[in-house]
């Protein structure tokens, strides 16, 4: 996370929201009416908002389809080192889970769903069950606790990406993808290495949007993720080639790195 000298609570709380994997979400249950929680894999639409595949069959989402208030709990277990978990970087979302539905003639539902199984591929074997749908949480506060002095209330505005022009890129998100999977790997890895302060490992892309790339690497069985922020928001594939190519030269011209 953030170096003593560079904290920004908004910087924090969106790089743990674009990298969460799993969160805590919280209902209001059907019969006492009382807080519901549990455990559920989360990924974020290109705005950066919060979703969900949720099952019908679940307790949660029969909560929310009566009630659709809610609240997701998201924590960095790797902010803290020895018996302290309290010592973490976390962040608490409130707001309402709704169903993600297309509108305006944007695929929302689809774009949803394949940025949540690109997070997400084990859930390929029953994405497409009819009793899973996605769901977002539209998001009315955050509060973030970063360690000791370090609590704020964040607006939920300033936690979500302007994607108001941004069609051609979200658009392009696929072939990106499996462009720089495909053809930049090494240049992916050096990304997360030399930029991000990331282990070694087979790093590679699995989502762009306007602010930034998220980063995925499987290491001893589990994942890690990063967020590469761009210098300057893009919103279409050209100005992402250049400021991808700015960053490589940047790499390219270090000490660090002369390999890619």
């Known amino acids: ?22 969160a805590a979400l919280a209902t209001l ?3 006492t009416g009382g807080p519901f929680a549990s455990l559920v894999t989360v990924a974020t639409a290109p705005e950066g908002s919060p979703v969900m595949l949720l099952s ?6 029969r909560n929310l389809l009566q009630d659709p208030r809610a609240s997701i709990l998201i924590d ?11 010592a973490g970087v976390r962040l608490t979302l409130t707001g309402r889970l709704v169903k993600v539905a297309d509108s305006d003639g944007v695929d929302a539902e689809a774009i949803a769903r394949r940025r949540f199984l690109a997070r997400h591929p084990e ?38 990406t302007d994607c108001s022009r941004a069609a051609a890129l979200i658009e392009a ?44 690497a499987e290491m001893g ?3 890690r993720d990063a967020r590469l922020y761009f210098p300057r928001s893009v919103t279409a594939a050209g100005p992402l080639r250049a400021i991808l190519k700015e960053l490589a030269e940047q790499l390219r011209n270090s000490e660090v790195v002369k390999s890619i």
């Open 123 to 160: 859930a390929e074997g029953y994405a497409t069950f009819r009793d899973f749908a996605m769901y977002r949480l539209d998001c009315a506060n955050a509060h973030l606790v970063a360690g000791f002095g370090r609590i704020n209330d964040i607006a939920a505005a300033e936690l979500l």
């Open 76 to 86: 960095d277990r790797s902010t803290f080192s020895g018996n302290d978990a309290l």
């Open 29 to 31: 249950d059907t019969g």
């Open 221 to 223: 069985g589990k994942w």
């Open 1 to 22: 996370m953030s170096t003593e000298a560079a904290f920004s609570p908004v910087a924090t709380a969106k790089t743990l929201l674009r990298t969460a994997r799993t």
């Open 56 to 61: 019908t069959l679940a307790a949660h989402t």
């Open 173 to 216: 998100e696929p072939e990106i993808v499996e462009h720089m999977n495909n053809d930049h790997s090494d240049t992916t890895r050096a990304y997360a290495m030399h930029l991000l302060a990331q282990p070694d490992g087979a790093w590679s892309v699995i989502g762009c949007d306007p602010d930034g790339l998220d980063l995925a």
